[in-house]
């Protein structure tokens, strides 16, 4: 039996388990659209901005673990998906984007709302496709899922002509993929792994370093055997967050920019660092001469262009974590780290980085502090970039992978609303915090009405100071308190709720927190809580662009602020 290319499309993704698709019509897409309807079991999540549909695919494939699919029509549909494709390819998400294109005779003569979509996207997709024959449709949705979901996962990107989708031919859906050039290294070499081993018998002062990578290779229960067996205390990136319980006594927090004083002197102070499924970011080092300078550097990952990228590495492994650590644990042998640990609970006692102050105002930190405590920290916690984001990070504690979802490398403000839409999407039973700042949340607000009509309920808490607060901080810190382009007006976001068709409140006063998240929370739809809080509040610790992790600055409202960490360079630890 014939189908079109339409069909065909929607009959694999439904062979490869696609359960939804956010996505925005146009001209050239008219043909699926009109297909659609066919297949009950896609769900098609309209959104209001394809930048939403990336995002909101993105959080869905975080938030679950499968791969994320976008669609968007060709020309400025296509385009408007490239914020969120880049945003994925850092932060390596598995996502399938689906584009239309003008059809085939009108391709390079700049018909109506063409552009090289496939051209634009070369920098930040592992690889996309530009289909120019319907009998190559299914070989390439096939391989557009199998790249995305190994190796070092990421977004693929597929342009499909406007005829494409109406010609017809028989479907064959492959069972497997062939890709010759295509050979992720799964398994680490045993010399190597052997070589750690006894380094990490000789250290004395360990530290594991984790990322993401651990959560894509699910790896988090070996990572817990090799630090439990060893007593090795454990740091985190940003995106690793998760990886290893915080409540664990081995667990210091995250490192670099914005991480906790402690965890940075612990690596600046180490003998060894285990590093895996990072890609040591500048944000997570600093100072990329001064980041662990008394230490030698083993580092685990599955793509090999990252190892010796930005850090100097002693024992490179190239593998996925979770293979690369079940052998790891096989020869590494249980030892304590006593005195070095103990080390550790010192500089967290001495340098307590997530107390927060006693103040009349409304602080940011207390917010998410008590969205923690009010959701026991059952939820998943969605942010854009800034301090909304840091403050999540730091003030809402994380024992299970994927309960962070937030824009690291590409730094996008808005990913927020859509990727939280998209997580609660895929996890339904789950609590969903969106965690937003004021100005993140006004870049993507329109989903809102998204949010509305599909009736996702994910609660939304805006971190409202009235300024770009990132921005304002790096103002008040290196220019000399010149806020030029940051103070920001906004609207009345409990209103722009209402009119969108969803329960808004102002909370202004401490007190008025834990009523207004309680009944956030016992409300069955989305929710929105517009938080005004102290406007010039900065986030700390900070450690200054261009510094070493050492010289961490700390709160001054807290205690005398301290300019670099201790050193145990004459220590018999």
């Not at 990886?243 to 180490?270: D, K």
């Not at 602020?561 to 018999?572: C, E, I, K, Q, V």
Request: aromatic content about 8%; charged content about 20%.
């Amino acid at each position: 039996m014939k189908l079109t290319g339409a069909q065909i499309l929607c009959e694999a993704l439904l062979k490869e388990g696609v359960e939804v698709i956010f996505g925005f019509p146009g001209g050239v897409v008219l043909p699926l659209y009109d297909t659609l309807p066919q297949y009950s079991q896609l769900r098609h999540i309209l959104v209001r901005h394809e930048q939403g549909a990336a995002h909101a695919a993105d959080g869905y494939s975080r938030a679950t673990g499968k791969v994320g699919v976008c669609l968007a029509t060709s020309g400025p549909g296509a385009t408007n998906l490239v914020t969120g494709i880049a945003n994925a390819y850092l932060d390596s998400s598995p996502m399938v984007a689906i584009t239309g294109q003008v059809a085939r005779p009108f391709i390079g003569k700049d018909g109506f709302q063409e552009v090289d979509i496939t051209g634009i996207t070369v920098p930040i997709t592992k690889h996309n496709y530009l289909v120019l024959d319907v009998n190559d449709l299914a070989r390439v949705v096939k391989e557009s899922f199998y790249l995305a979901r190994t190796g070092r996962p990421g977004p693929v990107l597929i342009d499909i002509p406007k005829d494409v989708f109406i010609e017809q031919t028989d479907f064959r859906y492959p069972e497997k993929v062939d890709l010759p050039g295509y050979k992720p290294t799964i398994e680490g070499h045993p010399t190597q792994i052997k070589k750690a081993a006894k380094a990490i018998s000789e250290s004395k002062r360990p530290v594991i370093l984790a990322g993401r990578g651990i959560i894509l290779s699910d790896a988090c229960e070996e990572l817990k055997e090799l630090a439990e067996t060893s007593q090795m205390p454990v740091v985190t990136t940003l995106l690793g967050i998760g990886c290893f319980p915080e409540s664990h006594v081995l667990s210091f927090g995250m490192i670099g920019m914005h991480g906790m004083a402690y965890a940075n002197f612990a690596v600046s102070n180490a003998d060894l660092i285990i590093a895996i499924g990072m890609r040591f970011d500048d944000r997570a080092t600093g100072k990329v001469s001064a980041f662990a300078p008394k230490a030698r550097i083993i580092h685990i990952d599955i793509d090999p262009a990252e190892i010796g990228k930005n850090v100097r590495v002693d024992m490179p492994i190239v593998g996925d974590a979770k293979h690369v650590l079940r052998e790891l644990n096989k020869l590494v042998g249980r030892r304590l780290h006593v005195e070095w640990v103990k080390q550790l609970d010192t500089w967290r006692e001495e340098h307590p980085s997530v107390t927060i102050r006693e103040s009349e105002n409304l602080l940011p930190q207390f917010v998410v502090r008590k969205i923690y405590e009010v959701t026991g920290g059952e939820a998943i916690v969605v942010t854009g970039v800034g301090q909304n984001q840091m403050w999540s990070a730091q003030h809402f504690w994380y024992d299970k992978p994927g309960k962070l979802i937030s824009s690291g490398g590409l730094g996008t403000m808005g990913f927020e609303l859509p990727a939280a839409m998209g997580a609660k999407v895929g996890c339904p039973d789950e609590t969903v915090w969106c965690i937003a700042g004021d100005g993140g949340i006004q870049m993507t607000i329109q989903e809102l009405a998204t949010i509305v009509q599909e009736n996702i309920a994910v609660k939304i808490a805006i971190i409202n100071n009235g300024y770009l607060g990132m921005v304002r901080q790096w103002q008040d810190l290196f220019y000399q308190k010149r806020y030029v382009a940051t103070p920001l007006s906004g609207p009345d976001f409990v209103k722009i709720a209402e009119a969108y068709g969803l329960p808004g409140l102002r909370v202004k006063t401490r007190r008025e927190v834990v009523p207004a998240l309680k009944k956030a929370m016992a409300y069955k739809g989305a929710f929105l809580i517009d938080f005004q809080v102290e406007p010039e509040e900065n986030v700390y610790p900070m450690v200054p662009p261009g510094a070493g992790l050492a010289e961490v600055i700390e709160d001054p409202q807290k205690k005398p602020a301290r300019s670099s960490a201790p050193d145990l360079t004459a220590s018999s630890i």
